[in-house]
């Protein structure tokens, strides 16, 4: 569980700030920048993030924060200024001074969540790419090395003109390599699949990119799509979205040399994860084991995602409704050992999805 220190002389505010983020997260309630900087320097566990109250009397927040900025294990604590100013100069002191975000009061139980779950899910992801940059520092050659930031830059790349052309994109990409994360953690640990800890950050980091096909499609094609309103030849016409996106890996990946685990795991994905386990899917009709097992999770976490996102009839489905179309397909869309693995932790899925 991640650990906010809340910071502030009010102790409404505190309370406040206390109840709404306890369910999620350890909160430790400070109320004054003196005690604050004695916890800090005492802390066996430091917190995660520190909600920082500027107007407090002795020591303020920003001289708070100037000295957090002279201690080496303090310096990299992310911190959110909490401040009823409101002007500028206050603002801008905050930013110049190493503050990650400024929220005014007074201010929402809801806004105080969504701003702390943000600035959490940065830290989640900065930390997860620090761990495969260590992993990669201690395990492969500088050769490796240089195709992994490759790797990095086609991802972000990728999901960045996804998010350009049509924002759902962009979103549903992201999304996509956290359900990813949590449905290939769960098929470790269950050991039947032969897919090591690094297979599955590979894996779920080339998730991403399933969808680069569609960057060739007619936004008019991928608009009817979604509302349900498109002809045969547009219906059609979006489905060459993974031979187009598997064909374009093909030919980054003979750039490359030597064997690319990601380049290979993205084409997979590309090109099969419309496949379904009775054959029927496209564009090769696979069947079965046949669809590679990277492509399989996907089209789960996939289905799961469009069926929370896309409206159909008016309205998107809630996260129980979604689950109960998984079980229907069960059998005929998709494996069904990979379907009960899903929903064996459906409920860290519905905790992604928010």
């Known amino acids: 569980m991640y650990r906010v220190m809340i910071v502030d002389d009010n102790m409404a505010n505190l309370i406040m700030a206390r109840k709404t983020l306890e369910d999620e997260y350890e909160v430790i309630p400070v109320s004054s920048g003196i005690s604050a900087l004695e916890c800090l320097n005492d802390m066996p566990e430091l917190p995660d993030l520190v909600l920082l109250d500027v107007d407090m009397p002795n020591v303020n927040g920003f001289q708070v924060i100037s000295e957090m900025k002279n201690i080496p294990k ?19 002191e905050s930013y110049n001074l190493g503050a990650v975000d400024y929220i005014k009061k ?10 702390v779950d943000i600035q959490i899910q940065l830290l989640s992801q900065q930390r997860k790419l620090a761990d495969m940059n260590r992993s990669l520092n201690n395990l492969v050659q500088d050769k490796n090395k240089k195709n992994l930031e490759l790797q990095y830059s086609i991802v972000a790349m990728f999901v960045d003109l996804l998010t350009k052309r049509y924002g759902f994109g962009g979103d549903h990409a992201r999304r996509i390599e956290k359900y990813m994360d949590v449905l290939i953690s769960a098929l470790i640990r269950n050991g039947k ?13 080339a998730a991403q990119v399933h969808d680069i096909g569609k960057l060739c499609i007619a936004d008019q094609y991928l608009n009817n799509v979604r509302m349900g309103k498109e002809s045969e030849f547009e219906r059609e016409a979006v489905k060459t979205h993974t031979t187009l996106g598997a064909d374009t890996l093909s030919k980054v990946t003979q750039l490359s040399a030597g064997e690319n685990n990601f380049m290979n795991y993205a084409h997979n994905m590309c090109r099969s994860h419309h496949e379904r386990w009775d054959g029927k899917g496209y564009p090769d009709r696979l069947e079965g084991k046949d669809i590679p097992i990277e492509a399989r999770v996907l089209s789960i976490v996939d289905t799961y995602d469009n069926l929370r996102n896309i409206a159909v009839g008016g309205k998107t489905l809630s996260h129980q409704e979604a689950i109960m179309k998984i079980k229907f397909m069960k059998f005929t869309c998709f494996d069904p050992e990979l379907v009960d693995i899903f929903l064996s932790v459906e409920n860290e899925i519905k905790n992604v999805a928010g």
């Open 74 to 92: 303090l310096i990299n604590i992310p911190i959110v200024f909490l401040t009823a100013q409101d002007d500028d100069t206050t603002e801008l």
């Open 106 to 115: 007074p201010y929402t139980a809801n806004l105080l969540k969504k701003r």
């Open 193 to 205: 699949h032969n897919l090591t800890a690094d297979d599955g950050i590979t894996i779920c980091f």
